[in-house]
T-cell receptor, first 114, second 114 residues
């Protein structure tokens, strides 16, 4: 079964619009970690954020914000006032308890149109 | 600039060639990883090295041979590859081989098998 689901395959928005990327995860562990990565066309995966299962506080970093809700097993990512440079594929990932393996979602390709 | 450096950035090789991909990090990380990524797919884990010892081999064919000469370097030796091995090969590192550690990725090597 897919441990991380990113239902949105592709999203297009016009510059300055807000956009939310959805991530739903599945795990039986009580301790787990969630990550978001950005992959621009150059190929490198850029680490954006890590959340552990015991910290449900939402986080804001500049135009980026993350909403972690254990009740719905979701860890959504919002970009406010999107810019062309935000165009990339965004991956949500899960790692469990004592494990060291990342379970990546299938990614959401975001295109910001000028 | 990424702190994980991969060379070469692009590689075209025939099915009978032998080549090597190289990865270097100077962040003092003790875990290093090789991933394979096909177009429009998430990265797939191939190998994990922890303290220079191979800890995970995700049933990768023997035509891929990893090597960790020291804590900063990771190689992937390629021999007799198949056209389906054409992909982006990503190297990553983390402080420790643990699930709470974010992995930091290089730009990748785009490999094409003729």
């Amino acid at each position: 079964a897919q441990k991380v689901t990113q239902a949105q395959t592709e999203i297009s928005v016009v510059e300055k619009e807000d956009v939310t990327l959805d991530c739903v995860y599945e795990t039986r562990d009580t301790t787990y970690y969630l990550f978001w990565y950005k992959q621009p066309p150059s190929g490198e995966l850029v680490f954006l954020i890590r959340r552990n299962s015991f910290d449900e506080q939402n986080e804001i970093s500049g135009r980026y914000s993350w909403n972690f809700q254990k009740s719905t097993s979701s860890f959504n990512f919002t970009i406010t006032a999107s810019q062309v440079v935000d165009s990339a594929v965004y991956f949500c990932a899960l790692s469990e308890g004592n494990g060291n393996q990342f379970y990546f979602g299938t990614g959401t390709s975001l295109t910001v149109i000028p | 600039d990424t702190e994980v450096t991969q060379t070469p950035k692009h590689l075209v090789m025939g099915m009978t060639n032998k080549k090597s991909l190289k990865c270097e990090q100077h962040m003092g990380h003790r875990a290093m990883y090789w991933y394979k990524q096909k177009a429009k797919k998430p990265p797939e884990l191939m190998f994990v090295y922890s303290y220079e010892k191979l800890s995970i081999n995700e049933s990768v064919p023997s035509r891929f041979s990893p090597e960790c000469p020291n804590s900063s370097l990771l190689n992937l030796h390629l021999h007799a590859l198949q056209p389906e091995d054409s992909a982006l090969y990503l190297c990553a590192s983390s402080q420790e081989d643990r699930g709470d550690q974010p992995q930091h990725f290089g730009d990748g090597t785009r490999l094409s098998i003729l």
